[in-house]
């Protein structure tokens, strides 16, 4: 798998931003603060259109930052169903997401087809809205081609995006540990044999996780591996012994 998909667009006609929740956006929202989750705008400069990743909290500010920078949302894409990256119900409060987003614009909702399920009952949108994907397919941003990567483990359908060798690798990949393993859809041995398509991309693919739980806010693939805890059992039986 390549860290960048078959169509090549100069580096700088892509647009592309990182948005922590609770600085950036949804400042006054405890839970965004608390969470600290990052959502992504991903675009084409030339067409001036762009996708939101994980768009949550707060989804009028999100698209007000890419109409201050005249770009207009086309699509969303949601690396899996929990509220903190979708919306729903969580920790007792109702947390802004897709839900709002489809009745200000109608767009399609870019999810692996095993997560379609699981979205809609999180968050109350109909399958009508969700453009229900198979691995490897892409989504095409302008000239901007995204690679969708299925990667189960974390959630059945829980997907990365590689684009221009970067990766946003949502709960699947930390810069320091992967997601929990422990919650509803999740499974111990898929997240192994995810967290190993991950690692076999280039060195030079630049990680960009779904929550800042460290600093900095990206690593490099090749520092991530070498110091993430993640990758230090190299048997998928040594692996079930820390986290199954």
């Given at each position: ?93 109702n947390i802004d997401g897709i839900a709002t987003l489809l009745e200000k614009t109608d767009i399609p909702i870019h999810v692996q087809e095993l997560e379609a399920q699981w979205i809609m009952r999180t968050t109350g ?25 299925h990667t189960p483990g974390h959630t059945p359908g829980s997907q990365c995006f590689l684009v221009d060798n970067r990766l946003i690798a949502g709960d699947t990949l930390f810069l320091e540990g992967c997601g929990r ?64």
């Amino acid at each position: 798998m390549s860290a960048t998909p078959n169509s090549d667009p100069d580096s700088n006609q892509i647009y592309f931003k990182q948005l922590l929740s609770g600085r950036d956006f949804a400042t006054d929202n405890q839970l965004a603060q608390q969470m600290v989750n990052f959502v992504y705008l991903i675009g084409d400069k030339s067409t001036r259109e762009c996708v939101i990743v994980d768009p949550a909290y707060a989804v009028l500010e999100l698209l007000s930052v890419a109409e201050k920078d005249e770009m207009q949302v086309v699509g969303a894409l949601a690396t899996h169903y929990h509220p903190d990256h979708v919306g729903g119900s969580m920790m007792g409060a109702n947390i802004d997401g897709i839900a709002t987003l489809l009745e200000k614009t109608d767009i399609p909702i870019h999810v692996q087809e095993l997560e379609a399920q699981w979205i809609m009952r999180t968050t109350g949108v109909s399958a009508n809205h969700l453009h229900q994907h198979q691995p490897g397919d892409t989504v095409k941003v302008g000239d901007i081609e995204i690679c969708l990567v299925h990667t189960p483990g974390h959630t059945p359908g829980s997907q990365c995006f590689l684009v221009d060798n970067r990766l946003i690798a949502g709960d699947t990949l930390f810069l320091e540990g992967c997601g929990r393993t422990d919650l509803p859809g999740s499974n111990p041995d898929q997240m192994f044999d995810s967290l190993q398509t991950l690692a076999a991309l280039p060195d030079q693919t630049v990680v960009y996780p779904g929550h800042r739980y460290s600093d900095p806010s990206s690593r490099s693939l090749a520092e991530v591996r070498q110091t993430n805890y993640v990758f230090k059992p190299k048997t998928k039986a040594d692996w079930l012994q820390w986290f199954s």
